[in-house]
């Protein structure tokens, strides 16, 4: 079982950026595609965005186009979300999740089946 961890969150103004990292424990973390999904109070967790086996194929919801980057070092063992321009909408809990490997769609939480403990995004003045 792949254990993840989220860090490099916090309060950062409108505007402003911030980049998560999620570093994953085992040796099949390069086999699988992962993704980050948020989620604020009151509201489901949402795809926000997620990245192949490789590194070579990404994908992104449509608020965060432009704005979001993510990315992957197998090496290291963690993936990444850049964020930028960041806004106080962005405010929510980011978690990283890696995909299960057959179930299709990135979109869904469903098909990720390890979760880290996720950390906190605030966009505020």
């Known amino acids: 079982q792949v254990q993840l961890v989220e860090s490099g969150g916090g309060l950062v103004q409108p505007g402003g950026s911030l980049r998560l990292s999620c570093s994953a424990s085992g040796r099949t973390f390069s086999s699988y595609a992962m993704g980050w999904f948020r989620q604020a109070p009151g509201k489901e967790r949402e795809f926000v965005a997620a990245?192949?086996?490789?590194?070579?194929?990404?994908y992104y919801a449509d608020f965060v186009k432009g704005r979001f980057t993510i990315s992957r070092d197998n090496a290291k063992n963690t993936v990444y979300l850049q964020m930028n321009s960041l806004k106080p909408e962005d405010t929510a809990v980011y978690y990283c999740a890696k995909h299960d490997g057959h179930s299709g769609s990135y979109y869904y939480p469903r098909n990720f089946n390890s979760w880290g403990q996720g950390t906190q995004v605030t966009v505020s003045s």
């Open positions: 990245i192949n086996w490789s590194g070579g194929s990404t």
